[in-house]
């Protein structure tokens, strides 16, 4: 039998909360069902919560829409977190991206390095049969919890659109631990979620 374990996971952790984050402890618990088999499995944290974050703002877009031959200096140091933040997804097999709800929708770091990793020529480019992602062959998991809005009903903006981002840049194997709606029966939701972590893991 083949071992489809991952070598090499992505961890990005979008909870602004490090004490009390339901969606840091599915993670953990992603992560280590993940390398039970395979211990040396190198794991790369991107902590959004850690202050290192950046936006997009006109000297990025200047420089992203620069042909590379032809950056300056200051162009390449501009690009040059958004560069990292790529490099780790390349680096990757696997993706474990937690989702925590603020106010309907992604937290606004996990929005920020979504507009620094989806980037022409890096990750994805258009062709004449329209956008081809690059980063295929990768499988992403992402880290569903919510207070209230449940994974896949019409007010859940976040679901669908990371689905959308990942498959737009290559990562089609895009699957869902959902802990949605968690002040309606938290403990039943909790642990669905951690049954649902121990069939992806097998």
């Known amino acids: 039998m083949t071992d489809t374990s991952p070598r090499h996971i992505l961890r990005v952790d979008a909870s602004m909360r490090r004490e009390g984050s339901h ?4 993670a953990d618990r992603v992560i280590d069902r993940l390398t039970t088999r395979r211990p040396d499995t190198r794991v790369t944290v991107r902590d959004l919560a ?3 974050m950046r936006l997009v703002d006109e000297a990025w877009i200047g420089a992203n ?7 300056s200096d200051d162009q390449k140091a501009a690009l040059a977190f958004s560069d990292r933040l790529v490099s780790e997804l390349r ?3 696997t993706i474990v991206i937690t989702v925590p709800i603020y106010n309907f929708t992604i937290p ?4 920020a390095w979504i507009d620094l990793v989806a980037r022409a020529r890096e990750t994805f480019r258009y062709t004449e049969a329209g956008p081809e992602g690059l980063l295929t062959g990768k499988r992403a998991i992402l880290v569903y919890v919510s207070g209230g809005v449940a994974a896949g009903s019409e007010t859940d903006f976040a679901t669908d659109y990371m689905k ?11 699957e869902i631990i959902d802990a949605g709606q968690l002040m309606f029966a938290e403990a ?7 049954a649902r972590i121990e069939t992806l893991a097998a």
């Open 188 to 194: 039943e939701k909790l642990e669905a979620a951690h």
């Open 164 to 174: 959308h981002v990942l498959n737009f840049i290559g990562i089609t194997d895009v």
């Open 65 to 71: 829409f620069t042909d590379p031959a032809q950056r």
């Open 50 to 52: 850690d202050g290192s």
């Open 108 to 111: 606004a770091s996990l929005k």
């Open 23 to 26: 969606s840091r402890v599915l």
């Open 91 to 93: 680096a990757a097999d």
